[in-house]
């Protein structure tokens, strides 16, 4: 009983490894050639395709639904004169400094 189960557990193990090895065969049968009309009818339908895309417009506008509801970029403020200078102030007797 255990030699069966070996060699079942063997089967199904070497199974996927003999299928990557075995020949790629097409089973589909290739479809008919397109008859003279077909390839005509193919021809004319791409040709109204590419014509029908040069009449589309080129998008010049945004697109950005949310382009006007947001606010302006904020302002950068100018620079203090009094900044500029190099005075220390003391902090007064009593405070605490940070």
Request: hydrophobic share 40%.
């Amino acid at each position: 009983m255990k030699v069966f189960r070996m060699a079942a557990v063997l089967a199904l193990v070497a199974g996927p490894a003999f299928a990557q090895d075995s020949p790629h065969i097409n089973l589909m049968a290739d479809g008919p050639a397109k008859t003279e009309d077909e390839k005509a009818a193919d021809v004319a339908r791409d040709k109204a395709y590419k014509e029908t895309l040069k009449k589309i417009p080129d998008a010049k506008a945004s697109s950005d639904p949310w382009g006007g509801m947001r606010a302006e970029p904020p302002k950068q403020p100018a620079p203090k004169a009094a900044a500029a200078t190099s005075t220390h102030k003391k902090p007064k007797a009593g405070t605490a400094s940070n």
